[in-house]
């Protein structure tokens, strides 16, 4: 089993529909949680971070963990063409410095 | 402040060549990480250096790659005799120095995309 697993998509929304975009984990260790937005031929950019179960939100972009589930949860609210990209998740163990990423999720939103 | 600085931003090779990949850190940050995402794959963590020192290399490929990050200069990735195996997208992250297993935001550079012929 993967230690991230997160659906590639692509998932292709009209603009401003609520995204979801989803990741889930296996080690209970990690302890931080953040989303990556990555445009294409570019590095990628932190969204948001989070540490502890339930929610984050920033403007239109809202993060969630359930730790129980292990299960992470991006929403996206009033979704622009702006917003095409791909979503990285990344998970941090506690006592390590280094990200695990996902296999990311490409968004598009239509016009 | 410029952000995390990489060149080449297109390095192509031939099988078998030399391939020196440089990462320039944010002004102030001590920590630099090596990541890979080749194609249809996530990022993957290769390598984390601090200045002069290795302190992670878990996810380094055991021959053909190497790392540094000196006390002057920018951070070199270094792959010998290169594969068309190695095409992909070289990310270096940098952060600022802080407490480990604490959180210190990663930036990201905007990569060197290694072709091998």
């Known amino acids: 089993q993967k230690e991230v697993e997160q659906d590639p998509g692509p998932l292709s929304v009209p603009e401003g529909a609520i995204v979801s975009l989803n990741c889930t984990y296996s080690?209970?260790?990690?302890?931080?949680f953040m989303w990556y937005r990555q445009y294409s031929r570019k590095g990628p950019e932190l969204l948001m971070y989070t540490y502890s179960s339930g929610n984050k939100e920033d403007g239109r972009f809202t993060a969630q963990v359930d730790k129980s589930s292990k299960y992470i949860s991006l929403f996206i609210r009033d979704s622009q063409p702006s917003d095409s990209a791909t979503y990285l998740c990344?998970?941090?163990?506690?006592?390590?410095?280094?990200?695990?990423f996902g296999k990311g999720t490409m968004l598009l939103v239509s016009p | 402040n410029a952000g995390v600085m990489q060149n080449p931003r297109h390095l192509v090779r031939r099988r078998g060549q030399e391939a020196r990949l440089r990462c320039s850190p944010m002004k102030g940050h001590s920590h630099v990480y090596w990541y890979r995402q080749l194609p249809e794959e996530g990022l993957k963590f290769m390598v984390y250096?601090?200045?002069?020192?290795?302190?992670?290399e878990s996810g380094m490929p055991k021959e053909r790659f190497s790392a540094e990050f000196p006390k002057e200069g920018p951070s070199i990735l270094r792959i010998q005799q290169v594969v068309r195996g190695d095409s992909a997208a070289y990310f270096c992250?940098?952060?600022?120095?802080?407490?480990?297993?604490?959180?210190?935001?990663?930036?990201f550079g905007p990569g060197t995309r290694l072709t091998v012929l």
């Open positions: 992250a940098s952060s600022p120095p802080g407490l480990a297993g604490n959180y210190n935001e990663q930036f």
């Open positions: 990344a998970i941090l163990k506690g006592g390590y410095s280094t990200l695990t």
């Open positions: 080690n209970s260790a990690f302890q931080y």
């Open positions: 250096l601090q200045k002069e020192n290795i302190i992670d």
